[in-house]
């Protein structure tokens, strides 16, 4: 069983959810002498909603952002640069019991690491918000304080583990109508620590790559900031036309409804800077110059993917054939990628069929091939992003001469991504809100279930906590046979599925 650290993270306490709020005022550090707040409202005689969103808001007003609720934290986005991250904090949350200090990050941080070194079990932070709540900032911070715990002999391991969350957050992050960094996949990171607590390696694992927003955005969002990031790189360093992009017309997969694309890729300054910070992510981690080559040729591929049109031809026997009017996308699109064009057109429409072992070559109509294109674009991406993890893995893997992974010990690190609620929820948003909502009924059972369990069991006369059980709920989607998802999975296997759902 693996041992337990929540940080439970909301954007503001009351009014609007989203609201930015700023303030000038610095930063000030709580001692145990002039900290008049509650630290951990388990102290609290009354703990009920109002009362916590109470004490929140008096702390958040004081700039104290973090808040311990038991082994919980809470953290308050400041939507500001706190200078409370340096070095310096980072040795005062080191080894020291946490009523030493007020709530931090670095106290989960320190709380799993020791616990980890302790007792010799594998340890667990789990990180979960709303969108926009600071997620990924806070899944950044424990790695570096982790890093900073579990020091090791190899100075350029701990370089690489501090670059891979920003090299595949580029990759899988993108901007929401919510947040301008949402995550959209799921990232469980573990970091590898030798048997006296010295950090040997990390693996990643991801899930739910939200692959659909390659090919389409909603209002108002854009696609991963990677195409971004290389498009003003390369406009930068004057090699459009190396990976066959064009400087004037955006790509499909990245125009947007204000037609500012391109004039945002020029002029912002931010986006070259990311593409520099891309560049040396690869290059710390270990990426060859040719890996990286690649990477950027299967981006620009997928681009000029998206930028093959097909028109309808009839002929004597057929009446739904497609074919490739304009030829330039199509041919970029297969020099970047290393295949033939002409095989490309007829991948893209046409289909085999195999029935009784004879193959049968259908045509696809225009509407059947644009599916096919884009299909195969949002496959492209995923497995390129697949790619990057198993890399990164092979490259942060230990060094088994240092010591054999059998016998150490990880901290895992769950950042999952954002809830979000609207009008209408896409359905790659239903697969995120599902998954947050079982992270929600884990954290309901070894918080409230398990230890009421646990009281009765041992004849402790104590309150039952009251709490909203989403255990319906969850069985409303994926308890089977007959609910949405179960559903869902057989339909699929159909032919001409789309149309039956």
């Given amino acids: 069983m693996l041992e337990k650290d929540i940080i439970s993270e909301k954007a503001s306490c009351q009014g609007e959810r989203y609201e930015r709020m700023h303030t000038k005022r610095p930063y000030v550090l709580q001692t145990r002498e002039n900290c008049c707040l509650d630290d951990d409202l388990v102290n609290l005689e009354v703990l009920d909603e109002d009362t916590i969103i109470h004490q929140l808001q008096t702390r958040y007003a004081d700039l104290q952002i973090y808040t311990y609720v038991g082994d919980i934290l809470i953290a308050l986005n400041p939507f500001q640069n706190l200078s409370i991250y340096s070095p310096q904090f980072s040795r005062l949350y080191h080894g020291v019991k946490r009523a030493s200090n007020p709530p931090h990050i670095f106290a989960t941080a320190d709380a799993a690491y020791q616990g980890m070194v302790t007792f010799c079990k594998d340890q667990c932070i789990i990180i979960s918000g709303e969108s926009g709540a600071g997620k990924t900032e806070s899944a950044h911070l424990i790695v570096q304080h982790l890093t900073f715990l579990g020091k090791a002999n190899n100075r350029a391991l701990r370089e690489k583990i501090l670059q891979v969350n920003p090299l595949v957050e580029a990759f899988g992050n993108a901007c929401t109508v919510i947040n301008d960094n949402s995550s959209r996949f799921g990232k469980y990171l573990e970091m590898m620590f030798t048997p006296t607590g010295a950090v040997m390696g990390a693996k990643i694992s991801e899930y739910l790559l939200e692959k659909s927003r390659v090919i389409k955005q909603a209002v108002g969002e854009k696609n991963f900031h990677i195409f971004y990031y290389i498009y003003a790189g390369l406009c930068h360093n004057k090699k459009l036309s190396e990976y066959k992009l064009p400087e004037r017309k ?156 059998e016998s150490g010990m990880n901290v895992g690190i769950l950042d999952i991504f954002g809830f979000e609620n609207f009008k209408r929820n896409s359905f790659e948003q239903l697969c995120i809100n599902i998954a947050n909502e079982q992270i929600q009924f884990y954290f309901n059972q070894h918080i409230f279930a398990l230890e009421q369990i646990e009281y009765q069991n041992d004849g402790i006369d104590a309150a039952l906590v009251e709490y909203e059980d989403n255990r319906p709920l969850l069985d409303t989607f994926l308890q089977k046979p007959m609910v949405f998802c179960p559903l869902l999975d057989e339909e699929s296997r159909f032919p001409q599925a789309q149309t039956r759902l």
């Fill in 250 to 405: 955006p790509p499909r997969y990245i125009e947007n409804e204000t037609g500012a694309v391109m004039q945002d890729i020029v002029t912002k300054e931010s986006y070259r800077r990311q593409f520099a910070a891309i560049q040396h992510c690869f290059r710390i981690i270990g990426f060859s110059n040719e890996e990286v080559h690649s990477v950027y040729r299967i981006l620009a591929g997928i681009l000029n993917t998206g930028n093959i049109e097909f028109t309808a031809i009839s002929s004597k026997h057929q009446t739904d054939k497609s074919e490739v009017p304009n030829g330039e996308a199509l041919e970029n699109a297969a020099a970047l990628l290393s295949i033939g064009a002409e095989e490309l057109q007829e991948a893209l429409t046409s289909h085999c069929v195999v029935t009784r072992g004879e193959t049968i070559i259908r045509t696809n109509t225009v509407d059947k091939a644009a599916d096919v294109r884009d299909a195969m674009s949002k496959a492209l991406y995923g497995r390129l992003f697949s790619w990057i993890v198993n890399r990164i893995n092979t490259l942060l893997q230990p060094d088994k001469n240092i010591c054999n992974v």
